[in-house]
């Protein structure tokens, strides 16, 4: 079902990045404990479900995280090694969240951060998991998953952990650009999951970007909020904010010195990331749950961006605006409703709506010369821009979302069956 | 498809008021613009389309409208005669919202509220409307109506124009009660209409409370208010919000006066008129699109009723969830994810989650005695109660939603087929 998504190809290598993955059993141990059958068990060669990251000494990390006070057990793990320099792995599963598991769960997690610290000679040790929710990780087969994680892990091994870390992703995310950071050449890798769902589970963002520029953390944080506002939070599959949400950057230091927030050199490498995040952003909204659409929703002449943003996601949440894209209906009436329904001021008559560059609404009214016809032809495509105007304000922006259609239901209501 | 709604039945005439509904090919009118043809048209008798409800003088009248940036042009009109002591009639329209249509839409309102006063021999009329968005009244065929309407009005002719209202609800809705206030009994009847859908439209919700009280506008406006509060505001289906809502009381002064609202008599009458928006509301969600099961649900334990309201409002908006109830799945990961995003601070460890009377979860972790089967065996049921609770705080909200089917996907995507 994923919406124009590219093969994963022209992955670059990150200079102090190996990634290794391995198959530990976790769906089976996880499910297999709620008593519903392990479909993984019936394949020959299982998918690995366990990913180990390493870094070079003099990496830093940055992160920000899901603002569920629900948030799972690793997600508190990784809040409180951020700003840690001894940092030099992450330890990623995918089958189980180890969400709304107490305080038995962060011991679990603390358990296999100590079991790979041992094993590559000390330092700390980021985990992240995604999957069923409330049970708890099956600790002892991760553990024995780990030495043929640090075997497999390699410079190249990108592909490989994107995989790693799908749950129902129907394909894998992982994106590289290269481009200049003053004097020096700067790589920017990234991989991605999301809108996976195990039973019982829910769709689950995790993001990972690594560059060989070297930028201290109070840097690289900032640099990390600043990346996240202009791509994955510009984006929206069902408006349900998951439990394990996170999105980190590690730097390796292998390259330009990124210091200071006012300099070029800041500016030339948050191009880059924002590069690589917003198109692994777009992908999980392509490969969102039962998504036939991408829709890039976007609002102008606002007063604030603020405002701009809430006009965009209120429309792009509405479920009666998303089941007519999926109906390919030029149903501007609920997009109205929507945008009126924003909590933001604005004017009926300042109002305008766009389908692409086809002028549906001018003035709060419909336009003279829009037709159904018209406007069904925009709303046919798999790709569609839905452009609002609320104003002659001077902020705009833009999200980016799909469509709702059955099997954004089947998928998330019959994956017993 | 509607959830457990009773018949129309034993519903009581409200002294001074008379209602009457005739057919004028509105949706014929409307429709029929957008080269849809007309399905009314083929029935022997079409329904009626178009209501006339008639006040002995005396009445007063209070309301509270959408707070949709786009308002159709009858609330703005609405709104204009709040307060005014000369309003005997209302004028309802189903078929055409009258909305996104500008100051053409309004001066088309006031032509008909025009027309109706001077059939009626003076007075002001508020006129409402549901139906096609962004299309303009069929002024002439509405003003043709009218004398068929007020020649049908009866003082027992509320269960007609409960049929009268309805755009795509499944089936009419009407309550009556009577109580003592004061010294002297009063009757309250109302009626309502919701989760209808007519090309290109949405669910719009609009609720009449008549009784025989004698209130004055400010006291009245309060308890409306106070009332809806209670009732209307308490329902979700999909989370947008109309264009078109109207939830309006009139009072007749044909029984008890009640000027004072820290007055006993006060409270009677809002116990009386609760009890029947109540009603009202739950049976718009049982009609709700696609809906299969009627689900409260409660929080408890909070700081305050904004927070109560905000995690009950959260669950209930929650795709995640919604599906995970249409499939009768014990999903309690994703409860505990809505809960954690909707914005208010708690504690995971002092949360608690009953399906109905089982305790799913308790202290943030599953329940050492709940079992997959104990709370699938809830979830099979059509109505569900969803009770949480996040901490000791004295408040406590509850909220009525319906599930999220395949339903709900087609009669909002695939009515063009």
Redesign the interface.
């Known amino acids: 079902m994923a919406v124009n998504i590219p093969p994963m190809q022209g992955l670059l290598v990150v200079p102090g990045v190996r990634l290794g993955a391995a198959y530990a059993g976790i769906k089976a141990a996880t499910v297999g404990a709620?008593?519903v059958p392990d479909q993984a068990a019936s394949t020959d060669a299982p998918a690995p479900d366990t990913t180990v990251v390493l870094f070079d000494a003099g990496t830093t990390m940055a992160g920000v995280f899901t603002?569920?006070?629900?948030?799972a057990a690793p997600v508190q793990l990784c809040q409180e090694l951020l700003g840690s320099t001894t940092v030099n792995a992450w330890l990623i599963n995918s089958g189980n969240?180890n969400?709304?598991?107490?305080e038995?769960g962060k011991a679990d997690a603390r358990e296999l951060q100590q079991a790979l610290s041992e094993q590559i000679g000390g330092g700390a040790v980021m985990p992240f998991s995604t999957g069923?929710?409330?049970e708890r990780l099956p600790v002892a087969a991760m553990r024995a998953a780990l030495p043929a994680c640090l075997a497999a892990a390699t410079d190249d091994g990108w592909a490989a952990a994107a995989r790693a870390i799908m749950t129902t992703d129907t394909v894998p995310k992982a994106v590289s650009v290269q481009g200049m950071v003053g004097q020096a050449k700067v790589t920017v890798t990234g991989m991605a999951k999301g809108s996976g769902m195990i039973r019982?589970?829910?769709?689950t963002l995790l993001s990972y970007l690594c560059c060989d520029a070297q930028v201290p953390y109070p840097v690289l944080q900032r640099l990390c909020r600043e990346v996240a506002d202009a791509s994955f939070n510009r984006l929206t599959v069902?408006?349900?904010?998951?439990?394990n949400d996170c999105f980190v950057i590690a730097a390796t230091a292998k390259s330009t010195l990124v210091d200071d927030a006012q300099s070029p050199e800041y500016q030339q490498l948050k191009a880059l990331l924002i590069e690589v995040a917003t198109e692994l952003a777009q992908r999980i909204v392509r490969d969102g749950e039962g998504a036939t659409k991408f829709v890039t929703v976007s609002t102008e002449g606002a007063k604030s961006e603020a405002d701009a943003l809430a006009v965009s996601f209120t429309v792009a949440?509405?479920?009666?605006v998303k089941?007519?894209l999926?109906?390919s209906?030029?149903?501007?009436?609920?997009v109205?409703?929507?945008?009126?329904?924003?909590g933001?001021?604005?004017e009926?008559?300042d109002?305008a709506v766009y389908f692409d560059d086809l002028c549906v609404?001018r003035?709060?009214?419909?336009h003279e010369a829009y037709t159904?016809a018209l406007g069904a032809a925009v709303l046919a495509q798999d790709e569609i821009k839905l452009r609002m105007v609320v104003g002659s304000g001077p902020a705009s922006a833009e999200v980016w979302t799909s469509d709702?259609?059955?099997d954004?239901?089947?998928i998330?209501?019959?994956y017993?069956s």
Chains 1, 2 share one sequence.
């Open positions: 709620l008593g603002q569920n006070r629900f948030s969240a969400a709304a598991t107490g038995a069923v929710i409330g019982p589970d829910m769709a069902d408006g349900d904010t998951s439990t949440h509405s479920p009666l089941t007519a999926f109906a209906d030029p149903n501007w009436g609920r109205c409703m929507a945008m009126g329904r924003a933001v001021g604005f009926q008559s109002v609404v003035a709060g009214v419909v159904e709702f259609s059955y954004y239901v089947r998330n209501a019959e017993r």
